[in-house]
T-cell receptor, first 116, second 118 residues
């Protein structure tokens, strides 16, 4: 079945530095790749997503790149701030039957610590 | 607050007991998902509904697990004869989608219901 691998499991950076988290997926039919931020006591929130028809998407300090050939995608956070500290999950959507279920397969998560 | 709400937030039970979790999605969201998350892992898909129809169940969802969404609004997830291995965070998420295969709606997650089985 579909599998998503995420690395690293933990990442510590100094405030102002960049952070990169990488994911690989196994199902070549996957076409939607969101990133979620999970903070303690809060529901996971979508921070950025990318569809398979584009290779890169940027939103202020956050960007995501997708390499369909290699089946990997990455999250880039620039100018990190202490409030970026959280657990980040990548995910890939899998299709079932005739439609897109919206069902997400998640990576294992990356705990990002931004030191002031 | 108009987000996804889950109840209870935390449940401690003894092995063998039954537990039920409730999820209230964002109103007018036609899709509702249940996920399970254990410490240090990403959420694992359990099942999902489109309106009141349960369209897919994971192999993780054993016979002891049952989920319903009777009126296409709130959903319940019941675990019968709980086992220690059921201890996890149970997450609910909802989305709105037109059904178009290229239109994957953003999933909005609740804060989760943490189950501890003693």
């Amino acid at each position: 079945g579909e599998n998503v691998e995420q690395h690293p499991s933990t990442l510590s950076v100094q405030e102002g530095d960049s952070a990169v988290i990488k994911c690989t997926y196994s199902d070549s039919a996957s076409n939607y790749f969101p990133w979620y931020k999970q903070e303690l006591g809060k529901g996971s929130q979508l921070i950025i997503d990318i569809r398979s028809n584009v290779g890169e998407k940027k939103d202020q300090r956050i960007a995501v790149t997708l390499n369909k050939t290699a089946k990997h995608f990455s999250l880039h956070i620039t100018e990190t701030q202490p409030e970026d500290s959280a657990v980040y999950f990548c995910a890939a959507s899998t299709r079932s039957g005739s439609g897109n279920t919206g069902k997400l397969i998640f990576g294992q998560g990356t705990t990002l610590q931004v030191k002031p | 607050d108009t987000g996804v709400s889950q109840d209870p937030r935390h449940k401690i039970t003894k092995r063998g007991q039954n537990v039920t979790f409730r999820c209230d999605p964002i109103s007018e969201h036609n899709r509702l998902y249940w996920y399970r998350q254990t410490l240090g892992q990403g959420p694992e898909f359990l099942t999902y509904f489109q309106n009141e129809a349960q369209l897919e169940k994971s192999r993780l969802l054993s016979d002891r697990f049952s989920a319903e969404r009777p009126k296409g609004s709130f959903s319940t997830l019941e675990i019968q004869r709980t086992e220690q291995g059921d201890s996890a965070m149970y997450l609910c998420a909802s989305s709105v989608t037109s059904g178009d295969w290229v239109n994957t709606g953003e999933l909005f997650f609740g804060e989760g219901s943490r189950l501890t089985v003693l």
